[in-house]
């Protein structure tokens, strides 16, 4: 079975300009999970998709939206770049939502550079 | 609120010595446990979870956990460290939703030969 996968790996931009990641789940989960890594704040959640909905939300500002397919292939999206967004993305997929001892596959992240 | 602590940022020990990863949690209802791993450059990889069902959990490579309620603890344990096991080691307990983890801090693990 295929792991999540997620693209592009690298990203480089510059202030003021948007940005879209893209991630794939595993084959057959339907909850799928976003967080950023950064050195100084380390793993923060950032929003849980299910079903095309959001169904938490962690708190940052709005320049951070996300969206759900209806294959469960996932987006997020920044808005106006700030140098402070530089990190490592991450996103996990799960079969279900709510189970909280459910396991969280992770995907190898995208690291995106904003100069 | 759930949040979890992980003492040292830097654990260092030599090929073959005792492993011990510290974290202690702090939950407002009866918590559900991770340890993850996460090697240079990918995401994360999951080490093992408590679920109330056995408080020794083991995990893959040799790993296991004991869940200490009075201790709020979930230490990680590995009996004797290989040099693949350098890499950096993240707690995290679950919120409302297994979905939203709250990870600590990290703790890097150096293995010297």
């Known amino acids: 079975k295929a792991g999540v996968t997620q693209t592009p790996r690298y990203l480089i931009k510059t202030r003021g300009q948007q940005v879209t990641l893209s991630c794939s789940p595993i084959?057959?989960?339907?909850?799928v999970s976003w967080y950023q890594q950064t050195p100084g704040q380390g793993l923060q959640f950032l929003f849980e998709?299910?079903?095309?909905?959001?169904?938490n939300k962690g708190n940052f500002p709005g320049r951070f939206s996300g969206r759900q397919f209806s294959n469960s292939r996932s987006e997020m999206n920044v808005s106006t770049l700030e140098l402070g967004d530089s990190a490592l993305y991450l996103c996990?997929?799960?079969?279900?939502?709510?189970?909280?001892?459910?396991?969280?596959?992770f995907g190898p992240g995208t690291r995106l550079t904003v100069l | 609120a759930q949040s979890v602590t992980q003492l040292g940022s830097h654990v260092s020990v030599s090929e073959g010595a005792l492993v011990l990863l510290r974290c202690n949690y702090s939950?407002?209802?009866?918590?559900?446990l991770f340890w993850y791993v996460q090697y240079p450059n990918q995401g994360l990889q999951l080490l093992l979870k408590y679920t109330s069902a056995a408080t020794l959990v083991k995990g893959i490579n040799g790993f296991e956990a004991e869940f200490k309620k009075s201790e709020t603890s979930f230490h990680l344990t590995k009996p004797s460290a290989h040099m693949s096991d350098a890499a950096e080691y993240f707690c995290?307990?679950?919120?409302?939703?297994?979905?939203?983890?709250?990870f600590g801090t990290g703790t890097r693990l150096q293995v010297m030969l």
């Open positions: 996990a997929s799960s079969f279900s939502l709510g189970v909280r001892w459910d396991e969280q596959f």
């Open positions: 084959s057959g989960h339907r909850s």
């Open positions: 995290a307990v679950s919120a409302g939703t297994a979905s939203k983890l709250t």
């Open positions: 939950s407002s209802v009866p918590p559900y």
């Open positions: 998709y299910f079903s095309e909905t959001q169904r």
